[in-house]
């Protein structure tokens, strides 16, 4: 064996005449991600950059500056937040982005195995929120799979999911050239049927797809198809339903097993209309605090309806904070009378409100009718944009890790890193019996890292 490489950068070092290297964090083929400090701010971020290999490729430099112009348009604080771009020295483009502490969903699927009922939903809403104002701002991000759902923690110690590389997003203005009609980008543990058949030609039921895959495999510890070779992955995701997730975890509610099934439809049409909609649907599987933020995803997604009242035999329940490892007091059950589930007595209040200004409104309506003679109503609108987000608290230290972005050829690793801190674990596992985990074969890779039948 020959002497290692040199590393691409090493610690000291000046990035951008402004960057001081702490740590490398992952580096690939094409590209490195490193922790780093502001010297004038003393502010610690993580910074992507490209290597040389990767600069000769005018479509990983292209995909590399499409990931920083689609994250910077997203508000939301579900998504890593961009802080700088711009040029090295050696002219390659270069990313700034939040250094995150914690782990991906997929480390933590490895350490717990399937997620209590309510856990796992409440992380798959607050996905939902970042994909939400994605799609409305025409952006579909085709990688979503539990290495790029980042678990960190909000100011309050609540746990919080950061949507991770948009490397290989979709806008309706994207250069044909950059997406060929047959090219297949993505992860295909998690990729949609129409997806495989051509990357180009998707729109947001794809990403409601992935989320369904993501949902099955913290639920059932496994992803929905296993595969020794791609060829037989690609032809299970296409013509073959994944096996029931009820017959993986017996505890889990029906409906919650149809919401499900629904993101896995082969056709898009029979999937749900928009991730607003599918939050929704998840809503009364929820915390309490996931089921506010569902009705804040459904104004962001255009759906504009309340989260529905749990079914009433509905197994979901809010682990109570201070029991096992929760870290967040905000997702602990609140109090209410003896026999009253919280969401019903939320949905009753929901519904008393409404009642409320909607006499009002017939008061107001009537009054006004009558003095001016006639009354015209003007349009709702279909939607509105995403509040901004409070700025994330930026992590003080600790040496962290960081997920391969998915391209045309090698891969670049994400800007996300993960902790040395021992990460978020917010509960333990409802789960009586974890599913089987998937084998581990070596397949060809889809211009990502996944491997067919490996937990991502």
Known sequence: MGPLPPPPVAKGDMLAGKYRALDILGAGGMGVVVAAEHTQLHQRVALKFLLPEGLVNAQVVARFEREARAAAQLRSEHVARVIDVGRLETGGPYIVMELLDGCDLSALLQQRGPLPESEAVDYVIQACEAIAEAHSLGIIHRDLKPKNLFVTKSVDGSPLIKVLDFGISKTAADDLSLTGTTEVIGSPNYMSPEQLKAS??????????????????????????????????????????????????????????????????????????????????????????????????????????????????????????????????????????????????????????????????????????????????????SSVAAAAAPPPVLAAGGATSATPAASAGPSVPSSAPSSSTPPVTPGPSAAQKPGPRPPKHATPRVANDDLPGDRK
């Open 200 to 381: 180009r030609d998707v729109d947001a039921r794809s990403d409601i797809w992935s989320i369904g895959a993501i949902l099955y495999e913290v639920l059932g510890g496994r992803v929905p198809f296993v595969a020794t070779t791609l060829t037989q992955l690609c032809s299970l995701v296409l013509t073959e339903a994944p096996p029931p997730l009820g017959e993986l975890r017996a505890d889990l509610h029906p409906e919650l097993l149809r919401v499900v099934d629904k993101c896995l439809e082969k056709d898009p049409a029979r999937r749900f209309g928009s991730v607003g909609e599918l939050a929704m649907a998840l809503a009364p599987f929820a915390s309490t605090a996931g089921s506010v933020l569902a009705s804040r995803v459904a104004i962001v997604g255009g759906s504009g309806r309340l989260p529905p009242s749990p079914p009433a035999s509905s197994s979901a329940r809010v682990v109570p904070a201070g029991q096992g490892g929760s870290t967040s007091v905000s997702w602990g059950a609140t109090e209410l009378a003896r026999g009253t589930p919280p969401r019903r007595a939320m949905a009753l209040g929901v519904l008393v409100g409404a009642a409320v200004v909607g006499a009002l409104a017939t008061f107001v309506l009537r009054a006004t009718s009558q003095r001016e003679g006639t009354l015209t109503l003007a349009p709702a609108p």
